[in-house]
């Protein structure tokens, strides 16, 4: 299963929502991040993901997940037991996002579109980073703008399209980021993930944080190595946005979908219970290549579902790293 087709069901938007992202509707966003993320994450840094330092600290003894490139050799050698040197954790960093606008993120069967997750967690982000003054930018592709219509069969995808914010300090900076990123309008066709992830690693910035937002319904083997040498330089956070009906088909008998890239009909038989199962199997299969993917190339991952609260998961994903970082693990 290559990418999953939009099924044309009823989509239940927030009150007020519209495809424009209204300022109101935005507003109203950004106060439901602030105070979820406000009451839930108290503390001396409430960053996603803590930048790992450079300032030397404490010697322990190595634990199985810790990162072999702060292994402390001297200590080792004169222990003959293995230790890492801890380091103090940047207050002051760079957060740079990669988000995936393809149009298959114009979908949503759930409480929220996939886009509409995307955007959320974008300003998610924005908010834990710009604490502290710290900066964040990002880079969003998208598909590119309609080509002329062809009479016979599906239109062609335009070239994808990218779009640079450079990384500022300051909240109505970060603001200004989330409102560009809402209202960049998806073309068809899918953008280069790979390629949006490359460009995090030019120009070569200091160590920081970067994150990943997609779908990843592009093949691995399209990003994979983009994220792999990513993380040669920084810490990588791989947000998964997903929505049920790429998991599993309901049984509506015939079903019509459309690939939201190509614009190809198909009219689906979902009352075949081994087509269901079928599909179920190809799905779980492609997610399951996805995470693997992101596992080797030591991204951190999270999946955010339409159909579920992200804040809350994203409120567990934080609490869940900053436990790992007080154990001194780096997932």
Known sequence: ??????????????????????EAVLSRLQLLVTRKLDGLLQGDYAGLLPGPGSEAGESREYRPGDDVRRMDWPV??????????RTVADRELETWLAVDLSASLDFGTGQWLKREVVVAAVAALAHLTVRGGNRIGAVVGTGGAP????????????????????????????????????????????ADLGTLVDLLNRPPRRRGVAVVISDFLAPPEQWGR???????RHDVLAIEVVDPRELDLPDVGVLPVVDPETGELHEVQTADPRLRRRYAEAAAAQRAAIARELRAAG???????????WLLDMVRFVAAQRHARTRGTTR
């Open 1 to 22: 299963m290559a990418r999953a087709a939009a099924v044309t069901s009823p989509v239940r938007r927030p009150a007020g929502a519209t495809p424009g992202r209204s």
């Open 76 to 85: 080792t050698a004169r222990t003959t037991t293995p230790h890492v040197r």
């Open 147 to 190: 080509p002329a219509p062809r009479r016979w069969g599906a239109t062609p995808p335009a070239a994808p399209v990218v779009r640079r914010m450079p990384a500022r300090s300051g909240r109505k900076e970060a603001q200004g980021l989330v409102r560009a990123v809402a209202g960049t309008e998806i073309g068809p066709g899918r």
């Open 226 to 232: 983009p994220i792999r040498k990513l993380r040669v």
């Open 299 to 309: 991204a951190a991952h999270l999946r955010l579902r339409t159909d579920t609260d």
